[in-house]
């Protein structure tokens, strides 16, 4: 069950994810307090004995440095450069809420991709809006035939260079997923030559073992050998000489 910090901030995200969607307008200044207290929210829920899992920590870490980025792109003044910060932000991948179909950081990242196109399109075909000071009218220059054509063309251009992007991003991850699956076959090999060695130092030690218990009793057989030999010899010397002395006792020297 979730604990009443992690109720708020759920809540307090939810909010911060809706505001991000509406547009606001320059004095606009509450969002920007909203997610610096869902920073500290967040400080605090990763310090608290019920914290939920890590799994859900990340998701919220990446939930609050998307809204957190995204102000930080909206503060620059290029559209080129709002474009670029843009690409780099990483939406959540579950909803924050249960009613919600669609993770809300992912619908904000995708109206302000479009709102940065628009920008670019507008900053590179030279339209400006101009309004009067109470903003209630707002007068347009009608675009020519050439200028729409020109506009059609950027379109084209920005959506296949979107296509591309999306593309690498799926072979940058084909790759990332083909590396991890190398890695992990490189760790059981190396693993299993591990096993290998181990079980051979094993074996050596044995026969080692072996072989040291062979070379005592070979050394052991090789001292009776030479013990029985010797006897030997020491019996046959003095058969010889005893057969010696009965010899000549029995055949006296002739005179």
């Known amino acids: 069950m ?30 920007e307090k909203y997610v610096a207290a869902l920073v500290d929210m967040l400080v605090a829920l990763r310090k608290s004995p019920s914290k939920p899992t890590q799994e859900i920590l990340t998701e919220y870490t990446r939930k609050v440095d998307f809204l957190k980025g995204l102000l930080e792109a909206e503060k620059l003044t290029s559209p080129t450069e709002k474009a670029l910060a843009n690409q780099f932000l990483a939406p959540g991948r579950t909803p924050t809420i249960a009613n919600e179909r669609m993770p809300a950081t992912k619908t904000v990242h995708i109206q302000s991709k479009a ?8 900053e590179l075909l030279g339209t400006r809006t101009s309004g009067k000071a109470d903003g209630d009218l707002r007068n347009r220059r009608v675009l020519p035939l050439d200028e729409r054509q020109s506009a059609a063309e950027l379109d084209a251009v920005l959506q296949r260079h979107h296509n591309l992007q999306e593309k690498l991003a799926e072979d940058m991850l084909n790759l990332a997923r083909n590396l991890k699956n190398n890695t992990l076959a490189a760790q059981n090999i190396i693993k299993q030559d591990n096993q290998t060695l181990s079980q051979s130092m094993r074996q050596a030690d044995l026969n080692f073992e072996k072989l040291k218990t062979e070379s005592e009793r070979l050394e052991q057989h090789t001292k009776k050998s030479v013990n029985w030999l010797l006897w030997l010899m020491l019996i046959l010397v003095s058969f010889t000489f005893i057969s010696m002395i009965l010899f000549i006792r029995i055949f006296p020297r002739l005179r």
Not at 5 to 16: D, G, P, T, V
Not at 115 to 122: F, K, L, S, V
């Open 2 to 31: 979730a604990s009443r910090l992690e109720i708020n901030f759920i809540r307090l995200l939810s909010r911060c994810e809706n505001m991000a969607s509406e547009k606001r307008g320059e004095a606009e200044w509450r969002l």
């Open 115 to 122: 709102r940065c196109t628009g920008e670019m399109r507008d």
